[in-house]
């Protein structure tokens, strides 16, 4: 098979194509040939310990590193296909593509309504009834619906954090992204409201690409399908998850998911 | 390897230990059991039965403490493994250590009765029996997946030599119907020796689990297949 064949077969069942990424804070080099495939409509989970490359790499999907000045990166990154650096590739369909879900959750200072009717408007969406229908559908699909249905008009900085997480959820979905990265999207929240935002995330498989990073190896374990671990800057390897933590084939996993170190 | 927490390192090292002492209780037991049947020594059978339930005691308490690990420490990977493992290889040897209850009470059964014939087979199993449980355990102290493939294919041996045992009480029950009350309960002495090496077979093929992370159960040692 050509090289060209492969890349084409490729697009047809990888959501997210890294090939021969070299990522650079100024000087420091955060990434090294990282090459993944992330599959369509299933969740990968990306572990690894502090500073080894797994947030970067994640922010390389939607080009969220380059808000850092001096961050430079060598290789391509193929969302569906499209080579998300190309010149003249506009941020703001792609960011629509590839949603985001940060660690702290950042609700706009609105209502509870416009922030999630924010990206349909932001793209020129007026129609009232089809904005009601997305904000109704993104808010069952973040399991929000019920907590949130009669205080539509409430300021969002009311909810609890965990249901914040869940705004901030629906309101990426509300912009129908092809695929949502979420980094550390539980790591601040009690147990039940973790459960919850897991919930939400195993609901969405079968809907939507997600790219989960996350410190809490059983989160990994409890919702990913795939499993990809980090090491300085490395891809380690990557494998379904049930696999990474019960028989890896790398050793420096194996130490890693049992907590052994030297 | 050392864990960050020197203490979980702790708790699996003492799994370990504890697991063994259980081993060699067993091991003593099975012996005892035996050396009850060859001497005859229904004395020796009693004691035997009656340390039965401190086998019990301590499979329930490793069985609790593999648990309160698993709640606890949630171990992944070969931790994981090695505490699966655990928990199967106590279920295992308590069994063993029932099997030799149940050869006690048949010794006891028949000591009333003039011995039938000369043990040969039965101790040759027995002895081929013992090595595989010391083996077995010895495979599991020390990940040894070499030595667990060799206790596999020793009971081969134990098969063939319990089929040889059921065909000698067979033509001595045939011959004379008098035997048979006797040669049931040695027939059933033989099972249990086999029922041994098999609970042995299952702990080897376990520890090569422990080890690569392989299930092996159900396939041929010698194919593979």
Known sequence: MSTMEQTVNEIDTVAVIARNVNFFYGETQALFDININIKPKQ?????????????TLLRCFNRMNEVILGTKIKGDILIHGTDVYKEGTRLETLRKRVGMVFQKSNPFPMTIYDNIAFGPRMRGLKDKTKLDEIVERSLKQSDLWQEVKERLNRSAMDLSGGQQQRLCIARTLANEPEIILMDEPASALDPISTSKIEETIQELRNYYTIVIVTHNLQQAARCSDHTAFFYLGRLVEMDATARIFQNPSQKRTEDYISGKFG | MPHYNKYFDQELQDLKEVVLKLGGMVEEQVSNSIQSLTDRNVELARETIKLDHLINKLEVEIDERCIDILALRQPMGPDLRFVTTAIKIIDNLERMGDMAVNICERVIDIAAEPR????????????IAKQMLKGSLDAFVTRNTALAQQVRLQDDMVDALMSQIFRELLSFMVEDPHTISRATRIMFIAKYIERIADHATNIAEMVIYMVEGRIVRHTDPETGH
């Open chain 2, 116 to 127: 039938l014939k000369a043990y040969l087979d039965i101790p040759r199993m027995a002895d």
């Open chain 1, 43 to 55: 969740i990968t989970a990306f572990i690894g310990p502090s500073g080894c490359g797994k947030s």
